[in-house]
């Protein structure tokens, strides 16, 4: 697994791996994403479709709705559609989770401004 870490594309204040898209079942889609130390991925939501977070490595504040939670390695979480949530690494090492969208059809990120 940490041979394929060095593959990430960039994004900014976090990186992501592809691993797979559109394979069975039909929609779905699955990713690494390593949120940079220090960083934060902002406040969006998506239209359609679910995500499914399994925390890797690091421990990073993460916003979901109402709610902020300290994620952990081992914690799942899962944010429905049109759900507003963030994530905030304050640490000095990268925060890792395994991603699964369901109900994907292409990217439908509403990014929200800051």
């Known amino acids: 697994m940490e041979a394929g870490i060095k593959n990430l594309i960039d994004r900014g204040t976090y990186r992501k791996l592809p691993l ?16 940079k130390p220090g960083q934060t991925v902002r406040r969006h939501y998506h239209e359609r479709q679910y995500e499914l977070f399994y925390i890797m490595d ?39 989770l395994f991603v699964v969208k369901l109900n994907y059809y292409g990217d439908d990120s509403v990014w929200l401004d800051e």
Do not use: C, M
């Open 58 to 96: 690091g421990e990073a504040g993460l916003g979901i709705g109402e709610r902020e939670y300290t994620a952990k390695p081992g914690d799942i979480f899962l944010i429905k559609p049109k759900t507003v949530h963030w994530v905030v690494n304050e640490k000095d090492k990268p925060f890792r």
């Open 20 to 35: 797979f898209e559109g394979e069975l079942p039909e929609g779905s889609y699955a990713q690494i994403v390593e949120v």
